[in-house]
T-cell receptor, first 112, second 114 residues
Framework: GENVEQHPSTLSVQEGDSAVIKCTYS??????FPWYKQELGKRPQLIID?????GEKKDQRIAVTLNKTAKHFSLHITETQPEDSAVYFC???????????FGQGTELSVKP | EAQVTQNPRYLITVTGKKLTVTCSQN?????MSWYRQDPGLGLRQIYY???????DKGDVPEGYKVSRKEKRNFPLILESPSPNQTSLYFC?????????????FGPGTRLTVL
């Protein structure tokens, strides 16, 4: 079945450094790749997403890249701040509005 | 305010005592889904619904039931809860019409089964 692998499971960076989280997916028909941020005790919230017809998307300090050939996509956070500390989930979907397959999550810690 | 609500937010119960977790959305979304979140396993889909009276199993449906009698509501039913159903549960919804695929999550329900 469909599967999404996410690495690393934990990531610790110094404030101001960059952080990169990587995901690979198994279903080549996947065409939508969102990233969610979950702060402690709160619900996941969409921070950025990318579709299969685009290779890169940026929104201020965050960016997502997609390599369809290799079936992997990555989240890049630049100039990290303590408020970026959270669990980040990648996901993949192969049909519009349908099922999302989530990665296992990455706990990001940004040390001041 | 557009939102997904869940109740209760916290629940401690005992093995075998039937319970229902409610989920409601006010965005007229067709698609609704239930996930459970466990450490190291991410979010796993339990059941989903594409519209009223249309439901289907996700990845981990055993021990759960759902119904979709109205578009806005999608309750999760545990007929005979067991300790391995102790988890954090999220309801989510999305529109199938606006083609954004963005899923909106409820606040979560933390369930403990003793």
């Amino acid at each position: 079945g469909e599967n999404v692998e996410q690495h690393p499971s934990t990531l610790s960076v110094q404030e101001g450094d960059s952080a990169v989280i990587k995901c690979t997916y198994s279903d080549s028909a996947s065409n939508y790749f969102p990233w969610y941020k979950q702060e402690l005790g709160k619900r996941p919230q969409l921070i950025i997403d990318i579709r299969s017809n685009v290779g890169e998307k940026k929104d201020q300090r965050i960016a997502v890249t997609l390599n369809k050939t290799a079936k992997h996509f990555s989240l890049h956070i630049t100039e990290t701040q303590p408020e970026d500390s959270a669990v980040y989930f990648c996901a993949a979907s192969y049909n519009q509005g349908g099922k999302l397959i989530f990665g296992q999550g990455t706990e990001l810690s940004v040390k001041p | 305010e557009a939102q997904v609500t869940q109740n209760p937010r916290y629940l401690i119960t005992v093995t075998g005592k039937k319970l229902t977790v409610t989920c409601s959305q006010n965005m007229n979304h067709e698609y609704m889904s239930w996930y459970r979140q466990d450490p190291g396993l991410g979010l796993r889909q339990i059941y989903y619904s594409m519209n009223v009276e249309v439901t289907d199993k996700g990845d981990v449906p055993e021990g759960y039931k759902v119904s979709r009698k109205e578009k806005r509501n999608f309750p999760l039913i545990l007929e005979s809860p067991s300790p391995n159903q102790t988890s954090l549960y999220f309801c989510a919804s999305t529109s199938l019409m606006d083609r954004t695929d963005t899923q909106y999550f409820g606040p979560g329900t933390r369930l403990t089964v003793l």
